[in-house]
């Protein structure tokens, strides 16, 4: 696991905004934001976290996330209520982080990026995933069974978790 510079650099900023982004923004990145939601509430760090969710398809916007990933999440604990969004430009202003699910998401923000200095805010969640070596992105869970909305929220469970870590030294 190589956690990105600028994830390191904002570890014990006041206040930290992290948007989690796939292509629909309703499987992988509403879960990651259900995720990282509850681990900032079981911590009590609260006031110092703003989390969101977008995609980078608005197909679905204002849609609740998928049901599937829905009924895994909350065997687990995590209710996910969050609205589908497209990412907006604004985005790359409010978050300190932008964290894509997969490879294309990834280049795809970073092409979107308005400056370098928000280019650089885009990150990858599998840089934050220790456990899971055979895996070098947060595969997309949409067209696969329950085994697949599994493993995205053990990777996510995973990657939150140490990127938590990294953000509240």
Same mark, same amino acid.
């Given at each position: 696991?190589?956690? *990105? !510079?600028?994830?390191?650099?904002?570890? &014990?900023?006041?206040?930290?905004?992290?948007? @989690?982004?796939?292509?629909?923004? =309703?499987?992988?990145?509403?879960?990651?934001?259900?995720?990282?939601?509850?681990?900032?509430? !079981? %911590? &009590?760090?609260?006031? %110092? @976290?703003? =989390?969101?969710?977008? &995609?980078?398809?608005?197909?679905?916007?204002?849609?609740?996330? #998928?049901?599937?990933?829905?009924?895994?999440? =909350?065997?687990?604990?995590?209710?996910?209520?969050?609205?589908?969004?497209?990412?907006?430009?604004? #985005? @790359?202003?409010?978050?300190?982080?932008?964290?894509?699910?997969?490879?294309?998401? /990834?280049?795809?923000?970073?092409?979107?990026?308005?400056?370098?200095?928000?280019?650089?805010? $885009?990150?990858?969640?599998?840089? @934050? $995933?220790?456990?899971? *070596?055979?895996?070098?992105?947060?595969?997309? *869970? /949409? /067209?696969?069974?329950?085994? &697949?909305?599994?493993?995205?929220? #053990?990777?996510? !469970? #995973?990657?939150?978790?140490?990127?938590?870590?990294?953000?509240?030294?």
């Amino acid at each position: 696991m190589e956690i *990105p !510079e600028v994830a390191r650099e904002l570890a &014990g900023k006041d206040r930290i905004g992290v948007l @989690f982004v796939c292509l629909g923004n =309703i499987c992988r990145s509403p879960a990651a934001e259900g995720v990282m939601r509850h681990l900032v509430e !079981e %911590r &009590g760090l609260q006031e %110092r @976290f703003d =989390i969101d969710s977008a &995609g980078l398809y608005g197909g679905h916007a204002g849609d609740l996330p #998928d049901h599937r990933m829905r009924v895994h999440a =909350i065997r687990r604990g995590y209710g996910l209520i969050h609205r589908s969004r497209k990412v907006r430009m604004s #985005d @790359f202003d409010e978050f300190d982080l932008i964290v894509a699910m997969d490879h294309s998401n /990834y280049d795809r923000l970073r092409d979107m990026a308005p400056t370098l200095e928000a280019q650089r805010k $885009v990150v990858r969640m599998i840089d @934050f $995933v220790g456990g899971y *070596p055979q895996c070098d992105c947060v595969p997309d *869970p /949409y /067209y696969d069974g329950a085994e &697949g909305f599994e493993l995205v929220l #053990d990777l996510l !469970e #995973d990657g939150c978790v140490n990127l938590l870590d990294t953000l509240s030294v």
